[in-house]
């Protein structure tokens, strides 16, 4: 018998946990069949497979921002339940009284991101961002906000926006038995961490699809040197769940036999992505909007039309100022960036996108769930597709 319940953003913490917490998560979650998860993976970089040109920062993750923290909760549980919570934590003091600038941009919208309107209405972020599965959207929020609620300095506080985000992992996971809990998600909130994320089968991205492959959770970095000789981290976290016609690197992989009989999962190109963007550059909030929707460009470069029935949001801040919670005095800004210094930031939204979204496709593991099995994509065949295009690097350099 082999169970899977963890809140670490690596498999060697995981594995190393695992038996501290093997009597907690059984009384979490009962008696379970085996976990049918498998395989070693490896990322894009590490495959020879090179997106753009902007140099990447030293993790290749949302997490070189500094400041930034992800923490996940995931759990396997023999065939039928394949689900998560994933947490993006802008800093690691109180957001609600430290918020900071943010944006939101709306792909296509068939999805349900709460919090969504007053974010682009006020223009700041006051929770972290939690990212689930479709039906526990409702008890996220809810932990989200009992979370905030408890913090010190919140005892006064009557409204709280939390911003919680989701794809539907209803193919591989028993999405109707609502196995998300406060637990869950306070799990994933303390293992947040700086540093590597891991990426595939995990936290939000256990039980998703994408181009009819397994999908998951992936990110990546760019460090952005403007015209004006200033140096910035710009980083993209992905939750994917969407289809159409995977292109990697510009070289079409949807018509392989193998991509053909994924793409029967995922009709029409149906699905969502959920895509969090951050940097520490001082951007005024309309520039951070901007530099979101081209994150969306990004996302179309790996064979996405954003189908009708497919869930694609942005979420995007800034980590270069706080708006404070309180009521009275002017806000500290930096000076900002300039709309001509911005086009760098915009090549790294596009780059980061595209290579998070290859990251959570490579590092992702088969799952055999509840309504059949996501295959991992063959990394052999990945690299043999681009091998005959040489567009395959030697990944040490």
């Known amino acids: 018998m082999k169970f899977e319940f963890h809140h670490s953003r690596s498999l060697i913490f995981y594995r190393a946990?695992?038996?501290?917490?093997?009597?907690?998560?059984?009384?979490?979650?009962?008696?379970?069949?085996?976990?049918?998860?498998?395989?070693?993976?490896?990322?894009?970089?590490?495959?020879?497979?090179?997106?753009?040109t902007t140099p990447t920062g030293k993790w290749n993750a949302i997490t070189d921002v500094p400041g930034v923290k992800v923490g996940h909760t995931t759990l396997h549980l023999g065939k039928e339940i394949h689900t998560g919570v994933t947490v993006i934590l802008p800093h690691g003091n109180n957001i609600f009284q430290q918020k900071v600038p943010a944006s939101i941009v709306v792909g296509n919208g068939y999805g349900k991101l709460v919090g969504s309107t007053q974010v682009i209405e006020l223009g700041n972020l006051e929770t972290p961002i939690a990212l689930t599965s479709t039906l526990s959207v409702g008890p996220v929020m809810n932990s989200l906000v009992r979370y905030t609620l408890d913090l010190p300095e919140n005892q006064d506080v009557r409204s709280v926006n939390a911003v919680v985000g989701e794809t539907n992992d209803g193919y591989l996971n028993d999405i109707r038995e609502f196995r998300i809990t406060e637990e869950h998600l306070f799990a994933a909130i303390r293992s947040a961490e700086s540093g590597p994320v891991e990426?595939?089968?995990?936290?939000?991205?256990?039980?998703?699809?994408?181009?009819?492959?397994?999908?998951?959770?992936?990110?990546?970095?760019?460090?952005?040197?403007?015209p004006t000789g200033q140096t910035f981290t710009l980083g993209v976290l992905v939750q994917t769940n969407f289809g159409n016609r995977l292109t990697i690197n510009g070289i079409p992989f949807g018509d392989t036999p193998a991509a053909r009989e994924a793409a029967l999962k995922q009709p029409e190109g149906d699905g969502s992505c959920m895509i969090v963007l951050a940097t520490d550059a001082p951007l005024?909030?309309?520039n951070i909007e901007r530099v979101a929707r081209r994150a969306l460009l990004g996302m179309a470069r790996t064979g996405s039309s954003m189908s009708n029935g497919s869930g694609d949001y942005v979420?995007?801040?800034?980590?270069?100022?706080?708006?404070?919670?309180?009521?009275?005095?002017?806000?500290e800004i930096p000076p900002l960036l300039h709309n001509k210094q911005m086009t760098p930031l915009f090549v790294a939204a596009v780059e980061a996108t595209e290579e998070a979204i290859y990251n959570s496709?490579?590092?992702?593991?088969?799952?055999?769930?509840?309504?059949?099995?996501?295959?991992?994509?063959?990394?052999?065949?990945?690299r043999e597709s681009l091998r005959k295009q040489s567009l395959l690097v030697d990944p040490a350099q």
């Not at 799952?367 to 990945?382: E, P, S």
Request: charge should be positive; hydrophobic fraction near 40%.
């Open 284 to 286: 005024s909030v309309r």
């Open 199 to 226: 990426e595939g089968s995990v936290g939000a991205g256990s039980g998703t699809l994408c181009f009819g492959f397994k999908g998951g959770i992936g990110t990546s970095s760019r460090i952005i040197t403007t």
């Open 315 to 331: 979420i995007a801040f800034s980590t270069a100022y706080r708006v404070a919670n309180h009521e009275t005095g002017t806000l």
């Open 361 to 382: 496709l490579f590092m992702a593991t088969t799952v055999h769930g509840k309504n059949g099995t996501a295959r991992a994509i063959n990394l052999d065949a990945v």
């Open 17 to 52: 946990a695992s038996v501290l917490f093997l009597l907690g998560a059984f009384a979490l979650n009962g008696f379970c069949e085996e976990s049918s998860i498998d395989g070693k993976r490896a990322r894009a970089r590490d495959l020879g497979v090179r997106v753009g």
